[in-house]
Every structure is written in C-alpha cells, then in structure tokens.
C-alpha cells in the first residue's frame, strides 16, 4: 500500500518516493514483531509486526524519523528531503548518524487491517503509533538514547507525544507541518468529511467491500485540495477556470492504490491527539518548522504561538509563504529548514547517549 496522503499530495510536490540520493548509503530494511503488543482500547495483539528502513550505521548517533499519514519509510526517502538531509555534509549525514525510519502501525509493510483483519484490526491512536515505534527502538534495535526525532504533519504530532512520554530519550525535537494542540477545527472537519463520505458509500460494506469504494477518490481529492497545496501557488498554477479543472481531472484520473479500511484506520487515528496537556514536560531542545500557508495548521489562530510559550527550550521557524511553498506540503522539501536543523543541532546539548 503507498498512497493515501501520498495521494493527497504526490501531484502537488512531484517527487517520486522511490529513488533515493547517491551520495548517502543505501537504505536498509528490516522487521521487528513486538509481542503482546497492548493497544490504548486494552486490545492485545500477540503479535505485532514493525517494519523500518535504516540509513547509515548503528554507530552512528541516532535519529528517528517519523511520517506523515498513509505514507511509510520509502516516503521519506525522497530527493526533497532525503536528498537534502542525508548526504554527505548534510544536516543528517549518514556517514555520522543512524537513521530509524518506522512504518507506522497501520502503514507501509508494518501490521494493519488489509492484512487480513479488516475491520477486526484494533482501532489504534498516535499513542499507541509511539508507544511502538519507542519499542523498536528501544527492545528491537537496541538504542537507548536519540540525537533527534524529527516527524512530518503525523509524524509532526507524533514527534510532540515522543517528548512528552519520554523525555529523557532524546536531545532535540524536530516537529514539522503540526502543533501540539487538540485535533479540532477545520483540520478535523475535513477528516470527519472525507471518513464519512467513503463509510457512507454502498461499496464499502462496513468494511466487507469486494473492490475498492468508487466515492473514495472523490474523498481524497477534495480532502487534498482542501488542505494542501499552498493558496498562492494554486493560484499560480490555477489562475483560470479551464486550468482548475484540468487539475481536478488529472487527480481524479490518478489511480488510488490505497486500501479502504487502511485509510479509514490511518486518519481516525488521529481523532483523539491532543499535546497540549503536557508541554511543560518536555525536556528537549525543540525546533518547530511549519509554513505560513499550511492550510491544517494556521499560524493566525495564536495557537501555535501561545503552546510554544510553554515549552521551555522551544524555538519556532515558520516558513514564510510563497509560489514555492506547498502549504501543509512545504515541509516535504527540506530545502525550507535544513540550515535551522543544522543549527539546532550543533546547539542542542548532548545528554547522554
């Protein structure tokens, strides 16, 4: 499965997800099963199964990098951001640091409902999404203590819960396209939207579809264009009724690979997130990057500024808005904040490893 917020937003960065930068090692994947694996709910699955990609060496300093909804570790391996991270004399060079890149629960190659389970599949959260990415890292690669977590839109909000539920792990905090506070708004008015437009189609079937739901694509077209893009570059892009239709067409005329009870799952995760509650408990110096023209994550709101007023090492840089900034895709491209990242981390005190 690759699409889902790839879906939302291949068309709009252009980057293909399956070519990686020559001048950093080549990734390696693995599969870790977490056993008895206990869910937010009180589901226990027996068996649990986490695929992650590394780059790099284990003795390399570790970092953890987390992605965004319906994505997986190859949709960080990007030109765009892995091709401006991990290179030699980048800010995450490999030949330096020990790159962990987790499918997610529910994502990529790691355990989820097309796999057989369907609708049986326990309902997860980003809790329970953390709780298991910190018991790869910790039980099954062996790693104690993390230069950084860096995430992007989830993994953004992921990127919070980490430096709340365990504070002591890690140096620095890197949340991109996110902020701490409760999932509301018309960032989960568009999710609700598009979750029930495809539950609500006859061919879902509660789940028991025999082909992918037609009222799907619809769902994630409107979904993406809604909330990704960037206002000033559609209108670059779209400044005629002709041209915007021949964008729509071209999305709906893309193939959606994603399984239906995969989705669903993948975006009523995050109904329940809420960091806000814990802020001061962070410990980590903590760079937030977000774009000026994220549609999710509005900087206008004050939300956003008033949450980084509690964290005690936190700095904000917000991506000024231009034609070639992708709202709440603009932190695909690392070009944007690769400078503030070396930054912190030449700043960020070391505290144990």
């Known amino acids: 499965m690759k699409v889902s917020c790839a879906a939302l937003s291949a068309v709009v960065l252009s ?6 930068a020559a001048d950093y ?34 003795t390399g300093q570790p970092v953890l990098v987390l992605h965004g909804t319906g994505g997986s570790g190859a949709s960080m391996l990007t030109p765009a951001f892995a091709g401006e991270m991990f290179g030699a004399g980048q800010p995450l060079d490999a030949s330096k640091y020990y790159i962990i890149i987790p499918d997610a629960i529910g994502h990529g190659k790691s355990s989820k409902p097309s796999d057989g389970m369907k609708t049986s599949f326990p309902k997860y959260n980003y809790d329970d999404m953390v709780e298991a990415q910190h018991r790869l890292v910790t039980e099954g690669l062996g ?8 995430g992007n839109s989830m993994g953004g909000m992921q990127t919070w819960l980490w430096g709340e539920a365990y504070p002591k792990d890690m140096d620095a905090l890197v949340p991109m396209a996110s902020q701490p506070s409760e999932m509301a708004s ?18 879902y079937n509660g789940g028991n579809y025999a082909s992918q739901p037609r ?20 209108q670059q892009q779209a400044p005629t009724a002709a041209k915007a239709d021949k964008i729509v067409d071209e999305r709906l005329a893309t193939p959606i690979t994603a399984d239906a009870n995969d989705f669903v799952y ?13 802020l001061e408990e962070i410990e980590a110096s903590l760079l937030l990057v977000n774009s000026a023209d994220d549609e ?5 709101t ?22 070639e900034t992708r709202g709440h895709g603009t932190t695909g491209n690392a070009k944007f904040y690769s400078e503030q990242v070396r930054q912190l981390l030449q700043t960020a005190p070391q505290r144990t490893m």
Do not use: C
Not at 215 to 234: E, F, R
Not at 266 to 278: F, G
């Open 25 to 58: 090692p080549a990734p390696k994947q693995g599969d870790w099963v977490a056993r008895d694996f206990k869910f937010h709910t009180g589901e226990v699955m027996p068996e649990l199964k986490l695929h992650y990609t590394t780059v790099g060496e284990p």
């Open 186 to 203: 018309r960032n989960w008015m568009m999710r609700r939207i598009m979750l029930d437009t495809i539950r609500n189609d006859p061919d």
């Open 302 to 323: 004050g939300v956003t500024d008033a949450a980084m007023k509690r964290v005690k090492n936190g700095k904000l840089y917000l991506i000024p808005a231009t034609t």
């Open 215 to 234: 009222m799907m694509k619809y769902a994630i077209t409107a979904y993406g264009i809604a909330s990704i893009g960037g206002t000033l570059a559609y």
């Open 15 to 20: 980057i293909s997800t399956s070519v990686f």
């Open 266 to 278: 993948q975006w009523e995760s995050s109904h329940d997130y809420n960091a806000a509650e814990k």
């Open 143 to 150: 790693v104690k203590h993390l230069r950084l977590v860096i």
């Open 296 to 300: 999710r994550n509005p900087p206008e």
